[in-house]
C-alpha cells in the first residue's frame, strides 16, 4: 500500500492518510490480520508530523477498521465489508449536502449545482483513466 499526500486538496494529512488506508481496506489491498506500519514510519515515509499519523490512526480504531495491540503495532480489523461501504456511503451523503448547502448559500441552483458534479466526476474518471 503506497499514500500519496496532495498538498493542494482541501483535506487535512491526517484525513487523507485515514482515507487512503480506509480505501485500502475496502477494497481487499489490507486485509483483517495486516500489520499497518508503524506512526513513526509512516509519519517519516510521508513526511509529515507524528501527530498526523496518529490522529489518523485513532480515527480508524475509533471506527473498528484497525486495533493497536500494545508493544506490536497496529492491525486491520476483520470487518464486514457491506458495513464498511455503508458507513462510507453516508460519510459521503454527508459530504454531499454540505456540498449543496454550500453552492445554494453561494447563488447557484440545482441544475448549475448538477453541472459542475458532472464535471467533477469526468475530470475524475479522466485523471483514474491517465494513472493506468
Do not use: H, W
Not at 513526511?47 to 490512526?57: F, G, P
Amino acid at each position: 500500500m503506497r499514500i500519496f499526500l496532495n498538498s493542494s486538496s482541501n483535506d487535512p494529512n491526517y484525513l487523507q492518510i485515514e482515507n487512503a488506508i480506509r480505501s485500502a481496506i475496502c477494497q481487499g489491498q489490507l486485509r483483517p490480520q495486516d500489520q499497518l506500519p508503524s506512526i513513526r514510519q509512516l509519519a517519516k515515509q510521508l513526511q509529515v508530523a507524528i501527530i498526523t499519523v496518529k490522529r489518523a490512526y485513532d480515527d480508524l480504531e475509533q471506527a473498528g477498521m484497525i486495533e493497536t495491540r500494545q508493544g506490536k503495532g497496529c492491525f486491520v480489523c476483520s470487518l464486514d465489508v457491506q458495513t464498511v461501504q455503508e458507513q462510507a456511503g453516508a460519510q459521503l451523503i454527508e459530504e454531499f449536502q454540505a456540498t449543496l448547502d454550500k453552492g445554494l448559500k453561494l447563488g447557484l441552483t440545482l441544475p448549475q449545482i448538477q453541472t459542475l458534479f458532472d464535471q467533477a466526476q469526468k475530470t475524475v474518471i479522466q485523471e483514474k483513466r491517465e494513472k493506468l
